[in-house]
């Protein structure tokens, strides 16, 4: 089936530890989101690449990266995590109006 | 502007009864209004979508009225069952620059659909 797969489902890492989230998307959507949720809230869009190119969220920390390098692929950096940074991360994909697909998310913790 | 106010917070639904879920939104430019449903521990999933040239859309058991002059949407979900329960985020999608669309999301209501 075609969807959007994210890779780990649950990830700890150590305060100040960088830590990469994956996403993979068998839809071909040429754009692809990154979200932050946290408990009891809505998702927060952190960046979203149309294509290759990349459009970053005013108010996201300069502590979020990500990369694209192919179209089926898409990558979370965050270079220092903090306790504030534990969230699930979601991967999203679309093609026309909206957001057809999220992904199962990747729950992060932060020790 | 940006936001999309949803009420209510929470909503309990005897099993078999209508569940109603209000949003209401500001910015003229959203032209797309779609629902997520969202279980513990997965990501939102796509449940109907509405543009604003439609006043009423329909798929199952669920139903989107929009008003556009009152700039409100609304999601009905007939004959609730207690599988039904999760949250629901009503959103507003507008084009941004550069390409590609912006979500704004409501704050969610959490459903309970008790037997």
């Known amino acids: 089936d075609a969807m959007v797969i994210q890779n780990p489902r649950y990830q700890v890492t150590q305060f100040g530890k960088p830590v990469t989230l994956s996403c993979s998307q068998t839809l071909n959507h040429n754009v692809m989101y990154w979200y932050q949720q946290k408990s009891s809230q809505a998702p927060k869009l952190l960046f979203h690449y149309y294509d290759k190119d990349f459009n970053n969220e005013a108010d996201t920390p300069d502590n979020f990266q990500s990369r694209r390098p192919n179209t089926s692929f898409c990558f979370l950096d965050i270079r220092s995590p903090g306790l504030g940074d534990a969230a699930m991360y979601l991967c999203?994909?679309?093609?026309?109006?909206?957001?057809?697909?999220f992904g199962s998310g990747t729950r992060l913790t932060v020790v | 502007q940006q936001q999309v106010k949803q009420s209510p917070q929470s909503l309990i639904v005897q099993k078999g009864g209508i569940s109603i879920i209000n949003c209401a939104y500001e910015?003229?430019?959203?032209?797309?209004f779609p629902w997520y449903q969202q279980f513990p521990g997965k990501g939102p999933a796509l449940l109907i979508a509405i543009r604003p040239d439609v006043s009423e859309k329909k798929e199952g058991r669920f139903t989107i009225s929009f008003n556009k002059s009152a700039k409100q949407f609304s999601l009905h979900i007939m004959d609730s069952q207690p599988g039904d329960s999760a949250t629901y985020f009503c959103a507003a999608s507008i084009r941004v620059t550069g390409g590609g669309n912006k979500l704004t999301f409501g704050t969610g209501t959490q459903l309970k659909v008790e037997l």
């Open positions: 910015n003229t430019a959203f032209d797309y």
């Open positions: 999203a994909t679309s093609r026309d109006k909206g957001i057809d697909t």
